[in-house]
């Protein structure tokens, strides 16, 4: 069956980095449009970045524009989400999915989500 395992959440202090991995298995990787996503507690979950099927375009919500960096390595199905000048408003429990269609269509599949906590 179809796993997205995401990893590289935890605590950090803002200004720092943390760089979130998510690994794709049970699907041919380079079929899907792959995505980030984020809950914070009490709100509802959000697009965060996702990056096309041959790895050449990305997307972003304006708050993370210039921070965070979306990219993907087809030899090893993974996607990764590289964050950089963390700040508190990005504390989140952060989810990959995979969209079988338009990007802002429906994604199919999603991971069990990495909590990412920064501290002021």
């Known amino acids: 069956q179809v796993q997205l395992v995401e990893s590289g959440g935890g605590l950090a202090q803002a200004g720092g980095s943390l760089r979130l991995s998510c690994v794709a298995s049970g699907l041919t990787f380079s079929r899907y449009v792959m995505g980030w996503f984020r809950q914070a507690p009490g709100k509802e979950r959000e697009f965060v970045a996702a990056i096309s099927r041959a790895g050449i375009t990305t997307y972003y919500e304006d708050s993370v524009k210039e921070r965070f960096a979306v990219s993907r390595d087809g030899a090893k199905n993974t996607v990764y989400l590289q964050m950089n000048s963390l700040k508190p408003e990005d504390t989140a429990v952060y989810y990959c999915?995979?969209?079988?269609?338009?990007?802002?269509?429906?994604?199919?599949?999603w991971g069990q989500g990495t909590q990412v906590t920064v501290s002021k």
């Open positions: 999915a995979a969209n079988s269609g338009a990007v802002n269509g429906k994604y199919d599949y």
